[in-house]
């Protein structure tokens, strides 16, 4: 099983600081349901700052609005109200050119590696685009680039050539995660990454991504619906319930202490909630 797979004591210190890189004030992000109709308020009044090099872990049900807000800090949808701030900049108030190139430093990984690959490109084409566009590396340098990548994720070479129906669930989400590291990202959002895998993948991908986290030094905000799963890989866990934060704290905290019913209800989900204890 994965609590057997993951053990809750394995996350060792981060060497992050106490500096923000990305704040988020106030943010409300509502979607219109038509003329007559009261919007649906994904996200309502949600402040928070993740510190460089933290992994913060968002949980809640499906539909609390999680995947909302890490699309909403990336500037994915539109947002209603607020400010997301990337190292002091307003991504809010920024368009056009000035918002690519922000886009560069954030990146995400999303929770289904087929859907979120080309068919009709192969692992090398995959990792060289972003590795060409962003001009990380040239036409000359950008196999030894690609490469690299995939040494990183853990994907043989010999792969460079293949399509993405030509690997299993696992190996499509490490090259997912190999496009996102492709241009040096600061921030990662990552949307439910594993919950699409079986339970003894879910535990080597989580394994790789704490690695990768630390090599690149990133700062992540790391989104499931699986208090567990977040344990293991972040230093600080937000609940949502309905769009709005309701508890926060760290996973020792909310597995030992939770203090608000909603927190007790998603700890109880758990299979296996008793070898946690």
């Not at 943010?27 to 309502?44: D, H, I, M, Y």
């Not at 090599?215 to 949502?240: K, N, P, Q, W």
Request: aromatic share 6%.
């Amino acid at each position: 099983k994965l609590l057997a797979a993951i053990p809750t004591d394995s996350k060792p210190p981060r060497p992050g600081t106490a500096e923000p890189l990305i704040q988020v004030q106030n943010l409300c992000t509502w979607f219109s349901q038509g003329k007559g109709r009261e919007p649906v308020r994904a996200v309502n009044d949600v402040s928070f700052d993740i510190n460089r090099g933290e992994v913060l872990g968002l949980v809640g049900e499906s539909g609390s609005g999680k995947s909302t807000i890490g699309r909403s800090i990336l500037r994915l949808v539109p947002v209603t109200s607020g400010a997301v701030r990337f190292d002091g900049t307003d991504l809010t108030a920024l368009e056009g050119r000035e918002l690519k190139t922000m886009r560069r430093r954030m990146q995400m990984i999303f929770q289904d590696p087929f859907a979120s690959l080309n068919p009709r490109m192969t692992v090398y084409d995959t990792l060289a685009e972003p590795l060409l566009l962003h001009g990380i590396e040239t036409r000359k340098s950008v196999a030894q680039g690609v490469l690299k990548l995939m040494d990183d994720v853990g994907l043989a070479r010999a792969f460079v050539r293949k399509y993405p129906h030509e690997f299993s669930g696992g190996q499509r989400q490490r090259i997912a995660i190999g496009r996102a590291l492709a241009t040096r990202p600061e921030f990662v959002v990552a949307d439910e990454p594993v919950s699409a895998l079986d339970v003894t993948i879910q535990a080597q991908i989580l394994d790789l991504m704490q690695q990768l986290s630390r090599e690149y030094g990133l700062t992540m905000l790391f989104v499931s619906h699986d208090l567990a799963v977040v344990r293991h890989l972040a230093d600080r866990i937000l609940v949502l319930y309905k769009g709005e934060v309701v508890e926060q704290g760290t996973g020792d905290e909310l597995f030992e202490r939770p203090r608000q019913a909603y927190t007790r209800q998603l700890l109880q989900s758990i299979p296996g909630r008793s070898l946690l204890s």
